[in-house]
């Protein structure tokens, strides 16, 4: 019998159920305006671009599309966007045990700046640490070279 058989330890897989923030040109997948999720960060990791990729266990989640709506206590991996980066980072970042917490307010056109005319994802970032929480809704500057174009 080895040590983690004892039912006191829970297997962690690497990333959890991931879902692309666009939608397929058949217009299925993706997230819709609406849909909520949030979780405890088990682990950070890094997407194929190299860019953060947040694995959460689920602990509350609101889909618009149910078939896709993970289980509580699923793994799910929020992949990162400029957007979520710009709003962690005047949070003060995140940290395995957190729990951070999105919901996805659709594509908005960038109106000025370098990125003028673009398309980019519009996602509201919370994070709870203890008992407190706070959230970043606040505009990002829309010449921040961060974002994540459509």
Known sequence: MGIFDNGSYEQLGGMGKLRSYRKTAKGTGGWDVGDQIAGKIVSLSKDKFGKPAYNIKVT?????????????????????????????????????????????????????????????????????RGNSAVNAVEEMEEDDSSLDLI
Do not use: C, M
Not at 107 to 118: L, N, P
Not at 123 to 128: A, C, H
């Open 60 to 128: 509350d989640v609101e889909f618009i599309n149910k078939a896709e709506q993970p289980n509580i206590g699923e793994l799910f991996t929020l992949n990162s966007t400029g957007g979520i980066e710009h709003k962690l980072k005047q949070l003060g970042g995140v940290n395995v045990g957190d729990i951070i917490g999105v919901e996805y307010n659709g594509e908005v056109t960038i109106e000025k700046g370098q990125w003028r005319g673009s398309k980019t994802h519009d996602i509201d970032v919370f994070v709870q």
